[in-house]
């Protein structure tokens, strides 16, 4: 059964930093672009960052250039996403979700309709 599973949530004071995981189970994530999504209570769900399966495409929300850094862990079955210089307004619960893409692939996109595979979400809270 293909999983998605991230980690790496919590509460930050603002300014501070987070790495969120997305570990893949039951796939290669070789095959597939991943994307970092977002979403706060009362809002649509964004995209923040995503990555191509390549691990050469990178593509950021304006709202978080600069501050955060998606990348892909040397066993290939993780992906990461490095958020400093958190803000109140990043407050949301994160997931991520996989797109199956040509192998080595450019391809990538922050938006949620080409992704089939979705985890279950951790909670970021910013707040002093």
């Known amino acids: 059964q293909p999983q998605l599973v991230e980690s790496g949530g919590g509460l930050v004071q603002p300014g501070g930093s987070l790495r969120l995981s997305c570990a893949a189970s039951?796939?290669?994530?070789?095959?597939?672009?991943i994307g970092w999504f977002r979403q706060a209570p009362g809002k649509e769900r964004e995209g923040v960052s995503c990555?191509?399966?390549?691990?050469?495409?990178?593509n950021y929300a304006d709202s978080v250039k600069g501050r955060f850094t998606i990348s892909r862990g040397h066993a290939k079955n993780t992906v990461y996403l490095q958020m400093n210089s958190l803000k109140p307004e990043d407050t949301a619960v994160y997931y991520c979700?996989?797109?199956?893409?040509?192998?080595?692939?450019?391809?990538?996109?922050?938006?949620?309709?080409?992704?089939?595979?979705w985890g279950q979400g951790t909670q970021v809270t910013v707040s002093s």
């Open positions: 979700a996989a797109s199956r893409t040509a192998h080595y692939s450019s391809w990538l996109s922050l938006l949620s309709d080409p992704y089939t595979h």
């Open positions: 039951g796939f290669t994530l070789g095959y597939y672009a």
């Open positions: 990555i191509s399966s390549s691990g050469g495409s990178t």
